[in-house]
């Protein structure tokens, strides 16, 4: 079992930036691919960006090329994927989710269906 809690959501002006964390506990964060997600009010979840368990890969949406950095500490003690929004725009307002997914390889999937554990998530509010 996995356990994720994000942090860092809050309302920010158009142009602004965020950080969001995650941690989790549980079992081998290393195990773990990390991906980030968010669901809009109306809208369907969607894939934002995912991290390898080393953090050797990285794939992100398009939305988000550019903008968005993740990133990931496997210290014993931290555990914890990071996802760095800059340039927001209104449009990125959403819940944002972190989910784990164990993977025998270093790879990543931008599926969320293939993700076993997820978090409450974190509201990101931008303003115009």
């Known amino acids: 079992q996995v356990q994720l809690v994000e942090s860092g959501g809050g309302l920010v002006q158009a142009g602004g930036s965020l950080r969001l964390s995650c941690a989790a506990s549980?079992?081998?964060?290393?195990?773990?691919?990390m991906g980030w997600f968010r669901q809009a009010p109306g809208k369907e979840r969607e894939f934002v960006a995912a991290?390898?368990?080393?953090?050797?890969?990285?794939?992100?949406a398009d939305s988000a090329k550019g903008r968005f950095t993740i990133s990931r500490d496997n210290a014993k003690n931290t555990n914890t994927v990071y996802l760095q929004m800059n340039s927001l725009k209104p449009e990125d307002t959403a819940v944002y989710s972190c989910?784990?997914?164990?993977?025998?390889?270093?790879?990543?999937?931008?599926?969320?269906?293939?993700?076993?554990?997820w978090g409450q998530g974190t509201q990101v509010t931008v303003s115009s």
């Open positions: 989910a784990a997914d164990y993977r025998t390889f270093d790879l990543v999937t931008m599926a969320a269906n293939e993700y076993d554990y």
């Open positions: 991290i390898s368990r080393s953090g050797g890969r990285r794939s992100y």
């Open positions: 549980g079992r081998t964060f290393s195990s773990y691919a």
